[in-house]
DNA sequence: ACAATAATATGAGATATCTCATATTTTGCA
DNA sequence: TGCAAAATATGAGATATCTCATATTATTGT
């Protein structure tokens, strides 16, 4: 993680949708590199993150002691809003999928002011709102498309330089279907030549393709 | 709709909970009979209601005129939220399935000092983040059974003195299934003698087993 | 009262996806 | 270094669910 100057940055924070206090200068700008881990896993977080550029997966651990993936997020989207709401709140690891600059407003002094400011809590429970629907109508949408869909959409997330090297018990159970089919269709893209197999990866091959079967999800 | 006196309700309000200011005198309490409307769709509505008893139906009317069922609510949610937060929403329709009981807080002079309440906001913001991760577990749970426990749930969900008379169509959208499934299973439930079909409406004969195929949900 | 539309109903074949069985390869760790 | 566990891989048969075709029965508007 690198800390940024935020002079150049601060101007696309929209501060003055979000807050009605002055907040900028407690805000921070980092910098995260592909594989970093911005929150890690049931620690307190210590900021509220808006996402400037760039995207992360978000992972729970289960009993079992399964990482699971469950859900990805980019650009303007905020994470440690559910450690602001709730006072103990058990954080869900997130890491970066790509590179990322985010907006970091610390807890410390700033957690008691933004819970009293409604502009804020207005905001953030629109925001919140809108994800909500935003997820229904995924998960809604999603049923009625076989897995060839989705797992498009889900390598152009997940893939960086064009390679895709998920590991697929992750992926399987992300996406809800079981390991066979996805070696299935992931072996069918490859037949397609959607993809191509390279050792232990894949390789895009036909990103076009691959938008295509993505798009029809919308 | 029948307005009830407050008194004998407005303990179980949990108005400290959810308000810094005295919105008490503002609260009306509502019944509503199985079938009434307690939101019309694309109309203001004019309250913040809390559902104290009861269960409903969400609807959404789609661009070719199909109604759409989207969702079944119950005890302790809130309806007119979405209004309440943005300024122009267009309002899903919401309708009684059993009696319901519900406190509703007038737009007119309270939409101002809510918008306002620090408190309420807040409340507000984990209720919508609880929902929406209640949501998400729902969705993703789901996808992972078959129709049969679905159905199961959402006949124990709809169904008025053990009598499920829903429409087909809109039930096969709403569970994300076709009509040729929907009708294949409820023909089973009525081969093991769960159900017993009695004109156009199936009849429950066996709840429990209802009951024991939902919970695998959970 | 009748025609048009919507809802119900059922059959048959196709396909997406699952389960189970089993083998090989990689990885973590003692 | 080597063993156990995890991850990858593939086959074959089962099943949940879909699509399409086609009838019959309600409902609705004029």
Redo the contacts with the bound molecule.
């Keep these: 993680m690198y800390r940024l100057q935020k002079s150049e940055y601060i101007q696309h924070f929209p501060i003055n949708k979000y807050f009605s206090y002055n907040v900028e200068s407690y805000v921070e700008v980092f910098e995260y590199k592909v594989g970093d881990w911005i929150i890690e896993e049931g620690m307190n977080s210590n900021y509220l993150f808006y996402i400037h550029t760039g995207k992360a997966k978000v992972f729970v651990t289960h009993q079992n002691?399964?990482m699971a993936l469950i859900n990805i997020v980019g650009a303007g989207e905020f994470l440690g809003d559910m450690e602001l709401l709730h006072e103990q709140y058990y954080s869900k690891a997130v890491q970066a999928i790509s590179t990322m600059i985010v907006f970091a407003i610390p807890f410390k002094p700033c957690r008691e002011p933004l819970l009293e400011d409604a502009k804020f809590l207005k905001q953030l429970a629109i925001y919140i709102s809108e994800k909500a629907t935003d997820m229904t109508a995924k998960y809604s949408q999603r049923l009625?498309?076989?897995?060839?869909n989705r797992l498009a959409e889900f390598i152009l997330q997940t893939a960086v330089d064009d390679i895709y090297r998920?590991?697929?018990?992750l992926v399987?159970d992300y996406l809800?279907?079981?390991?066979?089919?996805?070696?299935?269709?992931?072996?069918q893209f490859c037949e397609e030549d959607i993809l191509a197999?390279d050792?232990?990866n894949y390789r895009i091959r036909n990103k076009s393709r691959l938008i295509g079967l993505s798009e029809i999800l919308k």
């Design positions: 002691g399964k009625a498309f076989p897995l060839e998920e590991k697929h018990v399987c809800g279907v079981s390991y066979r089919h996805l070696l299935f269709t992931l072996a197999k050792g232990r």
